[in-house]
């Protein structure tokens, strides 16, 4: 084996360790991205849930509703 086939053969070698270096580089941040974007899609789906029960429970939790008789029709909300 001559001295430049040995030569070219090393280079052609570090060049497809280097594509597949930059490969899993680029595979490492894709998983960090996706990792980072589900990290915040629970997030604020965490949010939303919190906040709308906490919407819900003062709606109709903290106002007194036995006053109101919800069989009969109010003629005042009726519109013509």
Same mark, same amino acid.
């Given at each position: ?32 991205? $996706?990792?980072?974007?589900? $990290?915040?899609?629970?997030?604020? $789906? ?24 919800? $069989? ?9």
């Amino acid at each position: 084996m001559t001295l430049k086939r040995r030569n070219r053969q090393m280079e052609v070698m570090k060049a497809e360790q280097d594509e597949a270096m930059k490969k899993a580089m680029k595979r490492k941040a894709a998983a960090k991205l $996706g990792a980072r974007i589900a $990290g915040v899609s629970m997030l604020a $789906g965490a949010l939303l849930v919190v906040t709308t029960k906490k919407i819900f429970d003062e709606i109709f939790l903290e106002d007194d509703w036995s006053d109101v008789d919800w $069989g009969e029709e109010d003629d005042d909300y009726i519109i013509d």
